[in-house]
């Protein structure tokens, strides 16, 4: 699995390096770090994404681990600075473990500790600490390092809903998308981060779990009654089993 996983990373990796490092040499942008062979490949463009290593990109991104999570951090002009490369990546998931429900505690010989009793159920059992969902490291090289970044990332956007699916797409003006030669896992992940936060802003933020399981109950009834048949659709029981909304009997899997 590992040997499939590597290759097909390695072919992506191949084609958005020889796109990104033809469009950096046309702005004259220098390129920081660029090695990809056979064995290795590691991409850190420097073209206008924010660095590991920069404590911040922007004065103006608002997350506070310390305090409540508010609806000024999840407003649409905080949630574009991610996907504009104005917030750093330690930022981008700490305002996404902040809507998952993990609370800050403290920071204990260089390393931080969260309290995940507010964290949704289902998303605890596989996570009871709170996972990187970006890549800090940006090491896509070694499937051992970014696989789990990715499982986390992908684990999170199939909790969206169908009707909340694109929702990045109502920045509007705000953010006009990337295009095909700037793409890189970092913007795309960011990207998909800021969709599920829409998603979370719109129907999760400020509900207790005992509300959010009234509304699933109505919306199940709504479903039988289109179609009788949908829930025993093993894509639906697939879909249901991501949703972190759904409270029913949470196993570790």
């Known amino acids: 699995a590992n040997m499939k996983y590597d290759r097909n990373r390695l072919l992506t990796f191949i084609i958005l ?6 469009d950096c040499f046309q702005k004259g942008i220098s390129v920081r770090r660029l090695s990809c062979n056979a064995l290795t490949y590691n991409v850190l463009m420097s073209c206008t994404e924010c660095n590991p290593s920069e404590s911040g990109c922007s004065s103006t991104f608002i997350v506070d681990v310390s305090s ?20 750093t990546d330690n930022q981008c998931n700490q305002l996404c473990w902040k809507c998952l429900g993990y609370d800050f505690v403290e920071v204990r010989e260089g390393n931080s500790y969260y309290d995940n009793s507010r964290v949704f159920p289902k ?3 596989k996570y009871p600490n709170p996972p990187d969902l970006i890549g800090i490291t940006r090491n896509y090289a ?37 295009k095909l030669n700037e793409l890189t896992p970092n913007k795309t992940r960011r990207a998909q981060l800021v969709n599920w936060m829409m998603y979370y802003r719109e129907k999760l933020f400020g509900k207790t779990m005992e509300q959010l399981a009234a509304e699933r109950d109505t919306e199940k009834m709504s479903e039988v009654e289109i179609n009788p048949n949908m829930s025993n659709l093993p894509s639906e029981k697939m879909f249901r089993k991501l949703r ?3 409270v029913d009997e949470v196993k570790n899997e």
Request: hydrophobic share 35%.
């Open 17 to 22: 390096t020889i796109m990104s490092t033809i």
């Open 68 to 87: 409540p999570l508010s609806s000024e951090e999840l407003s649409d002009d905080n949630l574009v600075r991610i996907v504009n490369l104005e917030a």
């Open 123 to 125: 998303w605890k059992s």
């Open 142 to 178: 070694d499937p051992l390092v970014d696989k789990p970044v990715r499982d986390a990332n992908m684990n999170l956007m199939r909790s969206i809903p169908r009707d909340y699916k694109g929702g990045i797409r109502n920045l509007g003006s705000k953010f006009k998308g990337y």
């Open 244 to 246: 972190l909304d759904e």
